[in-house]
T-cell receptor, first 118, second 114 residues
Protein backbone atom coordinates (compact mmCIF):
# COMPACT_ATOMS: atom_id res chain seq x y z
CA UNK A 1 0.00 0.00 0.00
CA UNK A 2 1.04 3.61 -0.44
CA UNK A 3 2.76 5.12 2.54
CA UNK A 4 4.35 8.40 3.60
CA UNK A 5 6.36 8.41 6.80
CA UNK A 6 7.80 11.36 8.63
CA UNK A 7 10.71 10.42 10.84
CA UNK A 8 9.17 11.09 14.18
CA UNK A 9 6.07 12.49 15.70
CA UNK A 10 8.02 15.02 17.75
CA UNK A 11 11.45 16.59 17.58
CA UNK A 12 12.98 18.87 20.21
CA UNK A 13 15.94 21.03 19.32
CA UNK A 14 17.95 23.79 20.94
CA UNK A 15 17.60 27.31 19.56
CA UNK A 16 20.28 28.13 16.99
CA UNK A 17 20.77 24.52 15.88
CA UNK A 18 19.70 23.04 12.56
CA UNK A 19 16.52 21.01 12.63
CA UNK A 20 16.33 18.15 10.13
CA UNK A 21 13.02 16.47 9.35
CA UNK A 22 12.69 13.39 7.19
CA UNK A 23 9.97 12.29 4.82
CA UNK A 24 10.09 8.79 3.32
CA UNK A 25 7.60 7.35 0.89
CA UNK A 26 6.87 4.07 -0.84
CA UNK A 27 4.95 3.10 -3.95
CA UNK A 28 4.71 6.66 -5.24
CA UNK A 29 6.38 8.42 -8.14
CA UNK A 30 5.64 12.02 -7.23
CA UNK A 31 6.32 14.77 -9.66
CA UNK A 32 6.56 17.27 -6.84
CA UNK A 33 7.07 17.19 -3.13
CA UNK A 34 5.79 19.96 -0.93
CA UNK A 35 6.39 21.00 2.67
CA UNK A 36 3.84 22.73 4.85
CA UNK A 37 3.82 24.25 8.31
CA UNK A 38 0.79 23.87 10.56
CA UNK A 39 0.23 25.75 13.79
CA UNK A 40 -2.39 24.65 16.36
CA UNK A 41 -5.90 25.57 15.30
CA UNK A 42 -4.79 26.70 11.86
CA UNK A 43 -4.66 25.26 8.38
CA UNK A 44 -1.39 24.11 6.78
CA UNK A 45 0.70 26.86 5.21
CA UNK A 46 2.72 26.15 2.07
CA UNK A 47 6.48 26.58 2.50
CA UNK A 48 8.41 25.00 -0.34
CA UNK A 49 8.01 22.84 -3.39
CA UNK A 50 10.70 20.72 -5.04
CA UNK A 51 10.39 19.01 -8.39
CA UNK A 52 11.42 15.45 -9.19
CA UNK A 53 14.34 16.67 -11.31
CA UNK A 54 15.65 19.00 -8.59
CA UNK A 55 18.03 17.86 -5.89
CA UNK A 56 17.82 20.84 -3.57
CA UNK A 57 15.76 23.97 -3.03
CA UNK A 58 16.40 26.82 -0.60
CA UNK A 59 14.31 29.63 0.80
CA UNK A 60 15.82 31.85 3.47
CA UNK A 61 16.65 29.52 6.42
CA UNK A 62 14.85 26.57 4.84
CA UNK A 63 16.41 23.90 2.66
CA UNK A 64 14.73 20.89 1.08
CA UNK A 65 16.39 17.96 -0.65
CA UNK A 66 14.69 15.33 -2.77
CA UNK A 67 16.18 11.94 -3.58
CA UNK A 68 13.85 9.99 -5.87
CA UNK A 69 16.13 6.94 -5.72
CA UNK A 70 15.95 6.73 -1.94
CA UNK A 71 12.36 7.98 -2.04
CA UNK A 72 13.21 10.52 0.61
CA UNK A 73 13.07 14.24 1.26
CA UNK A 74 14.93 16.09 3.98
CA UNK A 75 13.73 19.42 5.35
CA UNK A 76 16.23 21.59 7.16
CA UNK A 77 15.70 24.71 9.24
CA UNK A 78 19.00 26.41 9.98
CA UNK A 79 19.56 28.75 12.93
CA UNK A 80 16.28 27.54 14.41
CA UNK A 81 14.18 29.90 16.53
CA UNK A 82 11.37 29.29 19.04
CA UNK A 83 9.00 30.81 16.45
CA UNK A 84 9.79 27.84 14.19
CA UNK A 85 7.98 25.55 16.64
CA UNK A 86 5.08 23.97 14.74
CA UNK A 87 4.07 20.77 12.99
CA UNK A 88 5.68 20.27 9.60
CA UNK A 89 3.97 18.17 6.95
CA UNK A 90 5.40 16.74 3.79
CA UNK A 91 3.07 16.12 0.89
CA UNK A 92 3.48 14.26 -2.38
CA UNK A 93 1.96 15.84 -5.45
CA UNK A 94 1.32 12.96 -7.80
CA UNK A 95 -0.33 14.42 -10.85
CA UNK A 96 -0.14 18.18 -10.68
CA UNK A 97 -2.40 19.14 -13.49
CA UNK A 98 -1.11 16.58 -15.97
CA UNK A 99 -4.65 15.57 -16.69
CA UNK A 100 -7.84 17.32 -15.84
CA UNK A 101 -9.57 14.00 -15.39
CA UNK A 102 -6.75 12.17 -13.68
CA UNK A 103 -5.93 12.03 -10.04
CA UNK A 104 -4.90 15.39 -8.68
CA UNK A 105 -4.13 14.76 -5.11
CA UNK A 106 -1.75 15.90 -2.44
CA UNK A 107 -0.96 12.96 -0.17
CA UNK A 108 0.11 14.18 3.25
CA UNK A 109 2.33 12.62 5.85
CA UNK A 110 1.17 12.73 9.46
CA UNK A 111 3.66 15.43 10.35
CA UNK A 112 6.52 16.06 12.76
CA UNK A 113 5.92 18.38 15.70
CA UNK A 114 9.02 20.51 16.09
CA UNK A 115 9.77 22.33 19.34
CA UNK A 116 12.65 24.77 19.44
CA UNK A 117 13.82 25.28 23.01
CA UNK A 118 15.15 28.74 23.90
CA UNK B 1 -6.35 38.97 -0.32
CA UNK B 2 -8.34 37.50 2.57
CA UNK B 3 -7.24 33.98 1.75
CA UNK B 4 -9.50 30.95 1.81
CA UNK B 5 -12.45 31.64 4.09
CA UNK B 6 -14.29 28.88 5.89
CA UNK B 7 -17.35 29.01 8.09
CA UNK B 8 -18.24 28.23 10.73
CA UNK B 9 -14.99 27.88 12.68
CA UNK B 10 -16.60 25.53 15.16
CA UNK B 11 -19.72 23.42 14.91
CA UNK B 12 -21.24 21.25 17.59
CA UNK B 13 -24.23 19.21 16.56
CA UNK B 14 -26.22 16.22 17.69
CA UNK B 15 -26.00 12.90 15.96
CA UNK B 16 -28.48 12.66 13.10
CA UNK B 17 -28.53 16.37 12.35
CA UNK B 18 -27.52 17.90 9.02
CA UNK B 19 -24.29 19.88 8.96
CA UNK B 20 -23.21 22.30 6.23
CA UNK B 21 -19.67 23.61 5.98
CA UNK B 22 -18.88 26.56 3.75
CA UNK B 23 -15.84 27.71 1.82
CA UNK B 24 -14.88 30.73 -0.23
CA UNK B 25 -11.71 30.07 -2.25
CA UNK B 26 -9.18 32.65 -3.35
CA UNK B 27 -10.38 34.58 -6.37
CA UNK B 28 -8.78 33.24 -9.53
CA UNK B 29 -8.00 29.81 -8.09
CA UNK B 30 -9.51 27.17 -10.34
CA UNK B 31 -9.04 24.15 -8.05
CA UNK B 32 -10.87 23.66 -4.78
CA UNK B 33 -10.23 20.80 -2.34
CA UNK B 34 -11.99 19.55 0.77
CA UNK B 35 -9.80 17.75 3.31
CA UNK B 36 -10.54 16.16 6.67
CA UNK B 37 -7.95 15.98 9.45
CA UNK B 38 -8.01 13.62 12.42
CA UNK B 39 -5.33 12.52 14.85
CA UNK B 40 -5.58 8.94 13.65
CA UNK B 41 -5.60 9.45 9.90
CA UNK B 42 -4.03 12.86 9.36
CA UNK B 43 -5.14 14.89 6.35
CA UNK B 44 -7.32 13.05 3.87
CA UNK B 45 -8.69 14.36 0.61
CA UNK B 46 -12.48 14.08 0.39
CA UNK B 47 -13.25 15.69 -2.96
CA UNK B 48 -11.87 18.25 -5.35
CA UNK B 49 -13.29 20.54 -8.02
CA UNK B 50 -11.75 22.06 -11.11
CA UNK B 51 -13.56 25.07 -12.56
CA UNK B 52 -16.55 24.26 -10.32
CA UNK B 53 -16.83 20.70 -11.65
CA UNK B 54 -16.31 17.77 -9.25
CA UNK B 55 -13.37 15.75 -10.56
CA UNK B 56 -12.62 13.14 -7.91
CA UNK B 57 -14.92 12.29 -5.02
CA UNK B 58 -13.40 8.90 -4.24
CA UNK B 59 -12.38 10.14 -0.81
CA UNK B 60 -15.92 10.91 0.29
CA UNK B 61 -16.51 8.33 3.03
CA UNK B 62 -20.17 7.60 2.48
CA UNK B 63 -23.32 8.76 0.77
CA UNK B 64 -23.99 10.84 3.84
CA UNK B 65 -21.37 13.26 2.52
CA UNK B 66 -22.02 15.55 -0.43
CA UNK B 67 -20.28 18.61 -1.83
CA UNK B 68 -21.27 21.29 -4.27
CA UNK B 69 -19.63 24.22 -5.97
CA UNK B 70 -22.38 26.32 -7.58
CA UNK B 71 -19.95 29.04 -8.66
CA UNK B 72 -16.25 29.92 -8.59
CA UNK B 73 -16.50 31.70 -5.24
CA UNK B 74 -18.43 29.26 -3.08
CA UNK B 75 -18.49 25.62 -2.10
CA UNK B 76 -20.32 23.59 0.53
CA UNK B 77 -19.71 20.25 2.19
CA UNK B 78 -22.80 18.68 3.68
CA UNK B 79 -23.13 15.75 6.05
CA UNK B 80 -26.58 14.27 6.48
CA UNK B 81 -27.15 12.59 8.86
CA UNK B 82 -24.09 13.33 10.96
CA UNK B 83 -22.47 10.70 13.20
CA UNK B 84 -19.95 10.98 16.07
CA UNK B 85 -17.21 9.44 13.89
CA UNK B 86 -17.52 12.44 11.57
CA UNK B 87 -15.96 14.61 14.30
CA UNK B 88 -12.81 16.12 12.79
CA UNK B 89 -11.39 19.35 11.42
CA UNK B 90 -12.50 19.97 7.85
CA UNK B 91 -10.28 22.09 5.65
CA UNK B 92 -10.95 23.74 2.35
CA UNK B 93 -8.00 24.59 0.09
CA UNK B 94 -7.62 26.22 -3.30
CA UNK B 95 -4.95 26.36 -5.94
CA UNK B 96 -4.07 27.94 -9.28
CA UNK B 97 -1.67 25.78 -11.27
CA UNK B 98 -0.78 28.67 -13.54
CA UNK B 99 0.72 30.73 -10.73
CA UNK B 100 1.64 28.43 -7.87
CA UNK B 101 1.53 24.74 -7.18
CA UNK B 102 1.21 25.28 -3.46
CA UNK B 103 -2.20 24.85 -1.86
CA UNK B 104 -3.74 27.66 0.20
CA UNK B 105 -5.73 26.28 3.10
CA UNK B 106 -8.47 27.90 5.12
CA UNK B 107 -8.45 27.90 8.90
CA UNK B 108 -10.77 24.92 9.03
CA UNK B 109 -14.05 24.01 10.67
CA UNK B 110 -13.82 21.93 13.82
CA UNK B 111 -16.87 19.66 13.81
CA UNK B 112 -18.00 17.84 16.92
CA UNK B 113 -20.92 15.44 16.65
CA UNK B 114 -22.30 14.38 20.03
Amino acid sequence: SQKIEQNSEALNIQEGKTATLTCNYTNYSPAYLQWYRQDPGRGPVFLLLIRENEKEKRKERLKVTFDTTLKQSLFHITASQPADSATYLCALDIFPGRSLTGANNLFFGTGTRLTVIP
Amino acid sequence: DAGVIQSPRHEVTEMGQEVTLRCKPISGHDYLFWYRQTMMRGLELLIYFNNNVPIDDSGMPEDRFSAKMPNASFSTLKIQPSEPRDSAVYFCASRNLETNYGYTFGSGTRLTVV
